[in-house]
Antibody, heavy 117, light 106 residues
Framework: EVQLVESGGGLVQPGRSLKLSCVASGFTFSNYGMNWIRQAPGKGLEWVAY????????YYAETVKGRFTISRDNAKNTLYLQMTSLRSEDTALYYC??????????WGQGVMVTVSS | DIQMTQSPSFLSASVGDRVTINCKASQNINKYLDWYQQKLGEAPKLLIYNTNSLHTGIPSRFSGSGSGTDFTLTISSLQPEDVATYFC????????FGAGTKLELK
């Protein structure tokens, strides 16, 4: 069974940093691209970032480019999202999702990030 | 950027009803449209990918259709466990999500 479990969320002050993790199990992690998607309270879903299976290709939404860094450790079956210079508008539930082609076929349950002073 | 307009935002139907949810893209997205179900407190679940392909383990009462800019998710006979929010996702150019349809039982 494919499982994705996010962690690392919490309350952080504006301008500070936070690193999210997503541990994968039930499939060969190193064979799949991975994504981060977020949903702000009361808002729709927004794609955040993508990383290919071997980390050769990385893409970001314009809203986070230059502030967020996606990475992965295939030996640890773990996806990361390093978030810096956090803003109130980054407050959201963050999901990791596996890429099957360009389809997001399995998602985690999400981890909440709240940016507030 | 491609915009996705999903309708209706809210839908109330009875068990056994045929239910349809629509997504309209602001430009041609070919067949690259997926449908998801999200129950309260749970991870989104893929139902249909690339317009009309049923994901593994999804009941056959779910189906998808459309092409170009107009797409439809159909539940042929609504079941109580189908109460959820449904959203579409285009991946022809980047990723854009529909705003969601909240489906409840009448």
């Amino acid at each position: 069974e494919v499982q994705l479990v996010e962690s690392g969320g919490g309350l952080v002050q504006p301008g500070r940093s936070l690193k999210l993790s997503c541990v994968a199990s039930g499939f060969t992690f190193s064979n799949y691209g991975m994504n981060w998607i977020r949903q702000a309270p009361g808002k729709g879903l927004e794609w955040v970032a993508y990383i290919s299976s071997g980390s050769s290709y990385i893409y970001y939404a314009e809203t986070v480019k230059g502030r967020f860094t996606i990475s992965r450790d295939n030996a640890k079956n773990t996806l990361y999202l390093q978030m810096t210079s956090l803003r109130s508008e980054d407050t959201a539930l963050y999901y990791c999702a596996r890429a099957y082609g360009a389809t997001l076929d399995y998602w985690g349950q999400g981890v909440m990030v709240t940016v507030s002073s | 950027d491609i915009q996705m307009t999903q309708s209706p935002s809210f839908l109330s139907a009875s068990v056994g009803d045929r239910v349809t949810i629509n997504c309209k893209a602001s430009q041609n997205i070919n067949k690259y449209l997926d449908w998801y179900q999200q129950k309260l407190g749970e991870a989104p679940k893929l139902l249909i990918y690339n317009t009309n392909s049923l994901h593994t383990g999804i009941p056959s009462r779910f189906s998808g259709s459309g092409s170009g800019t107009d797409f439809t998710l159909t539940i042929s006979s609504l079941q109580p466990e189908d109460v959820a929010t449904y959203f579409c996702l285009q991946h022809n150019s980047g990723y854009t999500f529909g705003a969601g349809t909240k489906l409840e039982l009448k």
